[in-house]
């Protein structure tokens, strides 16, 4: 079915809150003339009164304006983003990413940017309610899923890449289990390289696919790599194929935890609506900064993101890598800095540049070296933080014999 087609079958609740009468009509009229089938568009101002309309009319997605002052409208959108958690647009005239960072922390899912276009409004939509269905369904269905970690931060060359590989590799040597890695760059990515594998399909053959899809289709997308891992890499070069949605990844992903125990991405450093969609997924997100003034400043910013957003501090687990050999502040100082309790420590490893340079892993080619032993031991430490594998393999066994019966 076309991503028209199902936007058009929602029959959706919609709920317009802005101050400003002639710009509500004016999106009243771009939403009935898109794909979307609304049952009701209701509108009001900011303030008290959005909140207690939106109690009220129970809406299924709530579009909020972001203009200035935005104090008001940053408190709109926390008490509605309270209200319905992962249900609230933000559509502003204000570009700058400052705005749609603040809009984001105080809980707004998606930031639209005007002049706002009619197919671009219904894939958001379609892209949000998706995130919400699939926040449900994962819910009900956690326990018999492989686990999600991702790695972010808001840096590149922190060593995300390194830690992504390296972690997955780690996991499939330590667990014996099924482990796959994606790649979530939307272009440019590193993994294939880093990992010296050269794909034959990556993540951006992808963007054309249904949202109809078998976990047998993803597997045909995925390339081996000698550990046993294997890899969705994305494009290495500049694409201009498009990307596969939000809801098109999480479904990739939802695919992938059906067939391996382990699921590793590789993270952007930007909090995209991709990137968030796949957070909500994840048992775990990997948090990595260095020791940098710039990234110990931006993953403050992110830790704060990730709050307004709904992550729990359980779920967020805090990474200080060492890719340089010197670093300006000292670990404890990152802590209390950062406010957060720090969950693991990568040292730094002069050979690790080189090593990466010529496609392999450090812990295949150099196994006893202080960072794969280190490695080694976060993967054994994730995979066992919670007893959910042994009850995944209850399920599993009690779901086996009971179709035996
Ligand atoms: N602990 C470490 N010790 C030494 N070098 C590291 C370490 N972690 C990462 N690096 C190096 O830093 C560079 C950037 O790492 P990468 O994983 O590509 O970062 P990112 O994915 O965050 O952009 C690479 O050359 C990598 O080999
Ligand atoms: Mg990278």
Not at 34 to 60: R, Y
Not at 113 to 139: H, M, N, S, W, Y
Not at 233 to 246: I, L, Q, Y
Request: aromatic share 4%.
């Amino acid at each position: 079915m076309s991503i028209e087609l199902r936007v058009m079958n929602l029959g959706l609740k919609l709920l317009l809150v802005d101050d400003r009468l002639e710009e509500r009509s004016t999106l009243r009229r771009l939403i009935e003339s898109s794909e979307i089938n609304v049952t009701a568009i209701e509108e009001c101002g900011a303030g008290i009164e959005a909140h207690s309309v939106a109690q009220e009319l129970g809406p299924d997605i709530i579009l909020v304006a972001f203009e200035e002052p935005i104090a008001r409208s940053l408190k709109t959108i926390e008490n509605l983003a309270n209200l319905k958690p992962g249900l609230v647009v933000a559509y502003s005239s204000l570009s700058d990413t400052e705005y749609l960072r603040r809009a984001m922390r105080s809980g707004a899912r998606e930031y639209l940017v005007k002049p706002l276009k009619a197919r671009e409004l219904a894939q958001t939509i379609l892209d949000v309610l998706e995130g919400d269905r699939r926040r449900q369904a994962l819910a009900e269905t956690e326990a018999l899923q492989g686990d999600v970690y991702t790695i972010i931060g808001p840096k590149g060359g922190i060593g995300k890449t390194t830690l992504a590989t390296s972690l997955a590799i780690g996991l499939a040597s330590e667990t014996k289990q099924r482990v796959a890695l994606v790649d979530l760059a939307s272009q440019l990515g590193d993994v294939a390289m880093m990992m010296d594998i050269v794909p034959e399909r990556t993540m951006a053959d992808m963007g054309n696919l249904t949202r109809l899809l078998e976990p047998e289709i993803v597997e045909s997308f995925l390339s081996s790599h000698s550990s046993g891992v294997k890899v969705l890499a994305a494009s290495t070069e500049v694409n201009h194929n498009g990307f596969p949605s939000p809801g098109l990844i999480s479904q990739i992903v939802e695919c992938l935890t059906k067939s391996y125990d382990y699921v590793v991405i590789d993270g952007d450093q930007l909090l995209t609506p991709t990137l968030l969609a796949v957070l909500e997924m994840s048992t775990i997100i990997v948090l990595v900064t260095s020791t940098e003034i710039t990234s110990i400043k931006n993953t403050k910013v992110f830790l704060e993101i990730l709050r307004s957003q709904g992550f729990s501090d359980d779920k967020v687990k805090l990474v200080v890598n060492y890719p340089h050999q010197n670093h300006a502040i000292p670990p404890g100082e990152a802590s209390k800095v950062l406010q957060y309790p720090i969950f693991w420590k990568i040292p730094f490893d002069n050979t690790c540049t080189q090593t990466t340079n010529m496609g392999q892993s450090f812990i295949l080619a150099r196994p006893k070296a202080k960072i794969s032993q280190n490695i080694l031991q976060l993967a054994r430490s994730i995979s066992g933080l919670h007893t959910k594998k042994a009850s995944h393999m209850l399920n599993a066994l009690v779901g086996r014999l009971g179709s035996r019966r």
